[in-house]
């Protein structure tokens, strides 16, 4: 089994994603972490902005509440 950094969960129900595993994920105050359940264990994943219209996370960023790439800003504008 794998070595496990142990948090108590708060009275508010909250726990703390510790510096080096924040670090190791590139996660920063105000990213959106995703907890999905799969079998018998609760899994935390970073969200990645994606492209609306291809699916990529390569240079994308948010046009009206969506995520737009590069590529496909090119094509609209073209």
């Known amino acids: 089994m ?8 708060d009275d508010l129900g909250r726990i703390v994603v510790p510096a080096e595993t924040r670090r190791l994920f590139n996660i920063h105050e ?3 972490l995703a907890i999905t359940v799969e079998g018998d264990a609760i899994v935390i994943r970073k969200l990645e902005a994606s492209c609306v219209f291809c699916d990529t996370t390569e240079q994308v960023t948010p046009f009206r509440g969506r995520g737009v790439c590069a590529a496909c800003r090119k094509e609209l504008a073209g």
């Open 30 to 32: 105000g990213d959106q």
């Open 2 to 9: 794998d070595p496990a950094i142990v948090r108590k969960i």
